[in-house]
């Protein structure tokens, strides 16, 4: 079936470490998107990507970075500068950038500071 | 500044019983508007989404919501829930132009009582 693979579900990253979490999607779509979820908070755009090498930084990009070398990959690292990463860390994709396309979401990344 | 509300944290509501979900939005365009709703620790998965048009839109799983522009609100209801609705729900706002430019509201958190 189609859809966007997460991976790991569950991370535990010590201080000072950068960790590395995985999305591949196999829906053909052409933009890609990280959001951090908090409890009691909406969704926060980290990055996206609307085509092949080519990213930019949403609302709170600081501490992370991402690449996309492939269509179907969209990896997101959280790097040691990010000073509060523990959090709800989910990936999605659309067809493309315009304005009303259904996003489609994957099963999401727990990320938890040890 | 632009904003989605979401007033109820929480809703409890009996099985069988109706539900609507509130929504209230700040926006200077026209809006696409959306409702997401997501199970604990999995992704989002769309209800329903309004353009244009008839303003009572409906969705998967037997929810409606309905646009009224001059209230800034786009309620989601459903007539009788079900045991399997316990889920949270997010209000989303965005622009004809870009999926990226989503607004999220908090969201709210539906309990059924049995």
């Known amino acids: 079936d189609g859809g966007i693979t997460q991976s790991p579900k569950y991370l535990f990253r010590k201080e000072g470490q950068n960790v590395t979490l995985s999305c591949e999607q196999n829906?053909?779509?052409?933009?890609m998107y990280w959001y951090r979820q908090d409890p009691g908070q909406g969704l926060r755009l980290i990055y996206y990507s609307q085509i092949v090498n080519d990213f930019q930084k949403g609302d709170i990009a600081e501490g992370y970075s991402v690449s996309r070398e492939k269509k179907e990959s969209f990896p997101l690292t959280v790097t040691s500068a990010q000073k509060n990463p523990t959090a709800f860390y989910l990936c999605a994709s659309t067809p493309d950038r315009e304005g009303g396309n259904t996003i489609y979401f994957g099963e999401g990344s727990w990320l938890t500071v040890v | 500044a632009q904003s989605v509300t979401q007033p109820d944290i929480h809703i409890t509501v009996s099985e069988g019983a109706s539900l609507e979900l509130r929504c209230n939005y700040s926006?200077?365009?026209?809006?696409?508007l959306f409702w997401y709703v997501q199970s604990p620790g999995q992704g989002l998965q769309l209800l329903l989404k309004?353009?244009?048009?008839d303003t009572l839109v409906q969705g998967i799983k037997g929810f409606e919501a309905e646009f009224k522009r001059s209230q800034s609100s786009f309620n989601l209801r459903k007539p009788s829930v079900h045991w399997s609705d316990a889920a949270e729900y997010f209000c989303?706002?965005?622009?004809?132009?870009?999926?990226?430019?989503?607004?999220w509201g908090a969201g709210t958190k539906l309990i059924i009582k049995p």
């Open positions: 829906l053909n779509h052409d933009a």
């Open positions: 989303a706002v965005g622009a004809k132009d870009s999926n990226y430019q989503l607004i």
């Open positions: 309004y353009f244009s048009g």
């Open positions: 926006y200077g365009a026209t809006p696409y």
